[in-house]
Each structure stands twice: as C-alpha cells, then as structure tokens.
C-alpha cells in the first residue's frame, strides 16, 4: 500500500471511536447531512466514501435506502457495521473500487477526499462520475486551499496524513471530469483544534441527465 495511505489506516485504527466522540460534535456535519437527505430520491442508490465509524452519515442513509459505505480503516469499517447494521459496509482502498457503470444514484464523501493523495484527485471524479446514473448526484467536502502531500505529527492523538487542491482548482477538476457543479461553499469548521480552518462542499451532477 501507498505509503501515504498507509498513515490515513493507521490513523483511524489508532483513534478509533476517538474520532467519532469528537466530530459528532460537528453542527457543520449535521447541516450539511440534512441537506444531502433533502437532495435524495426516495429509494436512491447511494455510495459512501470515507464512512469513519457510520456515525451519523451512514445511519442516516442505511435509515431512507440502500447505501454502500466504504472506509480503509478497519477498526472504522468495524464500528460503522455495528453503529449501521442496515449499510453495506465495505473496507476497501478508495482508489482500488470497481463499480459498474450507473451503479449509483449518488456518491457522497464527507471529510475524507482530504486524505487521498491529490495526484489522483482528477482520476478519481472521473471514475465517480462513471458509477453515477445519468443526472447522479456527487455531495462532497474538498478542500478549498491549496496543500500539497503533508503529513501532521499529531492529529487527535495519531499521526495523519493530507492533500488538497484550492476551491477553484477543485470546482475546474469536477467540471472536466463531467459534472456540471450546482454549488460550491467554502464553511469554517467547528470543531475544537479546527477553528480557522475551511472546507469546500461540492454539490455536482453529472451530465446528460
């Protein structure tokens, strides 16, 4: 496994239920979860990248239909079949997913594209856009600043890893792999250790709806 990757699993195995205790805490979070659920079709198909521990993304989507949550942490993957026994939960490598094409109705990402290495940001939507049906729905936190490879020695108590590009990088990257971007927010976060610091939900579909 890619060294980088390789920091982001042991992260997640280290602080485990740590990190859900502290990000549900996240007023942002829920917000932008209520929004993604009002932008759903009854009975969507719907694709999860970077589920964490399930909470409280994943139980919400296992709540209204079928959801496939994916983590490469498998002490994250662990807890988020126990905390959404309805979800099927897959631990898996992001970059090494195949899915038919128009498998999904919507793929959704929240806090977790940060973590991919940025070099395989461009290949990565375009194969997100090839799972999604026709008019499918990508809801997703990108980064809105640029940040080249960087790793942190201390991040809620493990050593971790990032990689972003800035918002108007991201917004061109979503454009070219076919999807037509609806909206594209810079948020503060506000959680403890993450005043200051902003992300980019991306609202986009794909084309040809």
């Not at 280290?14 to 805490?25: A, F, M, V």
């Not at 949550?69 to 079949?81: F, H, K, R």
């Not at 899915?99 to 461009?122: K, M, N, Q």
């Not at 979503?174 to 948020?187: K, N, T, Y």
Request: charged share 20%; glycine share 10%; aromatic share 8%.
């Amino acid at each position: 496994m890619d060294r980088r990757k390789q920091i982001v699993r042991d992260a997640y195995d280290r602080i485990g239920g740590r990190y859900l205790e502290w990000s549900l805490h996240s007023r942002v979070r829920q917000r932008q979860l209520e929004a993604l659920l009002g932008l759903l079709s009854p009975g969507a198909e719907v694709l999860e990248l970077g589920c964490g521990a399930g909470a409280p993304v994943t139980v919400a989507l296992a709540a209204r239909g079928p959801v496939t949550a994916v983590d490469i942490s498998p002490a994250q993957t662990a807890l988020a079949a126990t905390n959404a026994p309805g979800a099927n939960v897959v631990c898996a490598d992001i970059a090494a997913l195949t899915f038919a094409e128009g498998a999904f109705d919507a793929v959704c990402s929240f806090y977790a594209l940060t973590h991919i290495p940025r070099d395989t940001h461009a290949a990565l939507f375009r194969r997100i856009a090839r799972w999604l049906r026709p008019g499918g729905l990508f809801f997703a936190t990108l980064g809105a600043l640029d940040h080249p490879d960087g790793e942190t020695g201390d991040w809620l108590g493990a050593p971790n890893f990032f990689s972003h590009f800035d918002a108007e990088t991201n917004v061109r990257l979503l454009e070219r792999s076919g999807f037509r971007v609806e909206s594209a927010e810079r948020i503060l976060q506000d959680l403890p250790g993450e005043e200051g610091l902003d992300f980019l939900w991306a609202v986009a579909r794909k084309g040809d709806a």
